[in-house]
């Protein structure tokens, strides 16, 4: 009994924290694909990032954008601008 109910507040504290950044659940594909086109195809094959979790991807791209971590290319998307493209990246659409 007591174990259950601390990982509860676990789980509430980890949703918590994810609720300061645009939520990728929420995210617009049809937008990300367009973004993609725009600022991205140049250098990335559409579909290379399929499969992998948004929400891993999100805090990648949003650590580049930042300049935190290292990129070719500058990103200059906003965070939810972000959330879309990571949202496609993960639909694995074409
Ligand atoms: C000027 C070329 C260029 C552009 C434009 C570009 N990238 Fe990249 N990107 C690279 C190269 C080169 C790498 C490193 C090799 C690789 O993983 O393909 C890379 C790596 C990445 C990685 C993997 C990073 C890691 O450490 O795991 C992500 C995610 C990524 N790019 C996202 C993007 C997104 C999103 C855009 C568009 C907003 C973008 N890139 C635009 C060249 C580019």
Redesign the pocket.
Known sequence: MHKRSSSIVVVIAATAAWSAAPDVAHADATAGQK??AA??A???ERG??RGEPARQ?AT??RA?AAGT?????P???NDEQ?AD??TY?ASGRK
């Open positions: 973004l993609f600022n991205c140049e250098c990335h290379e990032f991807l990648t791209v580049m971590r290292e990129h070719p290319a990103i200059t998307l972000i493209v990571v990246f």
